[in-house]
């Protein structure tokens, strides 16, 4: 049985396993899983992840293909190794860990492959084909280095480089990440009504974990914004095709992440700076919102993040001297 990595339709996808009658859910499972099906068992960790996952059919396209791949590496793993899946060895699991990390892996990547690993386990307990848990005592040592660290943001001149490079829609983009701390898919996915340019403020609808907030426009951004929609807003000349759009439609062009980074690309490389992905962008707005306004908690709601620790560990920091001024005096 074989299934492609999600689609668009994921509850199709998910039927393809629910629709069968509990033996033989168990049958092709274990059958899956002993004959090493990578396929199979990739469709079926897709099933269990949107039938049972925590989001379920609203699972994010990128959560799913994330697991896929997960559980796609685990099961070449497995074959590679001769891994018996349905009856693993007690250290089968700390030895894919080990295998990973002697092979260069950081701790946090190899994490979210023991995660999909793990998801798999859960995926085939569900089916009924094994009891079997290994994951669950792995240990994936911790990274101490903070997230700023191994991944900083753009500093101020290579943003101004690449700004000055990059057409309208690059353009706009950047200013969507990098001022108001837009993750790639929340600005992609904006509506011409989500932006309201005379209130410097705009909505995102469906952000990480389907949470909506408004977000404050840069002065910068509103400028940018009413420039874009001028020239590809409702009512206003298209020009990828001739025509007009039409309330409610996209904000951008592009399709999707992939199309999307292929053009900032172009903008990056016209200035000279090596592009690391959209996230740095992200990082450069909470790292100067902190430095002006020392608020943890305001930082994270701009973000978007449920929890301040993970604005402090991975997106803003103040300057090691930031107490001097306070300190003066003393």
């Not at 033989?24 to 396929?39: N, T, W, Y």
């Not at 084909?129 to 240990?139: G, N, Q």
């Not at 932006?195 to 410097?200: F, H, N, S, Y």
Request: glycine residues 8%.
């Amino acid at each position: 049985m074989t299934l492609a990595v999600y689609q668009g339709d994921l509850l199709a996808q998910t039927r393809q396993w629910t629709n069968l009658h509990d033996e033989e859910l168990r049958r092709r499972a274990v059958q899956a899983a002993g004959e090493k099906d990578v396929d199979a068992l990739v469709s079926l960790t897709t099933a269990y992840l949107a039938h049972q996952g925590g989001s379920g059919v609203l699972t994010s396209p990128r959560t799913v293909e994330a697991y896929a791949l997960g559980t796609r590496q685990f099961a070449l793993y497995a074959r590679e190794q001769a891994v018996n899946l349905l009856r693993p060895h007690r250290h089968d699991a700390q030895n894919y860990v080990n295998h990973m990390l002697a092979a260069g892996r950081k701790p946090a990547g190899v994490q979210l492959k023991v995660a999909a690993a793990s998801c798999l386990y859960r995926a085939l307990r569900w089916a009924g084909a094994t009891d079997a848990d290994p994951f669950r005592d792995a240990k994936v040592p911790k990274d101490r280095t903070p997230g700023l660290v191994k991944r900083p943001p753009y500093s101020e001149d290579d943003l101004a480089d690449v700004l000055e490079k990059a057409d309208i829609h690059a353009k706009f983009l950047l200013f969507l990440t990098a001022h108001a701390g837009l993750r790639i898919s929340e600005a992609l996915a904006l509506e011409w009504d989500d932006l309201d340019e005379g209130a410097r403020r705009l909505h995102v609808r469906s952000g990480k974990g389907r949470k909506g907030r408004v977000v404050a426009m840069s002065t910068s951004l509103s400028r940018a914004a009413r420039h874009y929609r001028g020239l590809y807003g409702p009512g206003g000349p298209d020009h990828t095709d001739g025509k007009r759009t039409t309330p409610g439609e996209r904000v951008f062009r592009y399709a999707d992440m992939t199309t999307a980074r292929y053009h900032v690309q172009k903008a990056f490389k016209q200035a000279g700076v090596r592009f690391r992905g959209f996230h740095p962008g992200r990082k450069y707005a909470g790292t100067r919102l902190l430095q002006q306004i020392k608020d943890f908690g305001r930082v994270a709601a701009h973000l978007g993040h449920e929890s301040v620790d993970t604005t402090r560990k991975g997106y803003a920091q103040l300057a090691a001297d930031d107490l001097k001024d306070d300190l003066a005096g003393w």
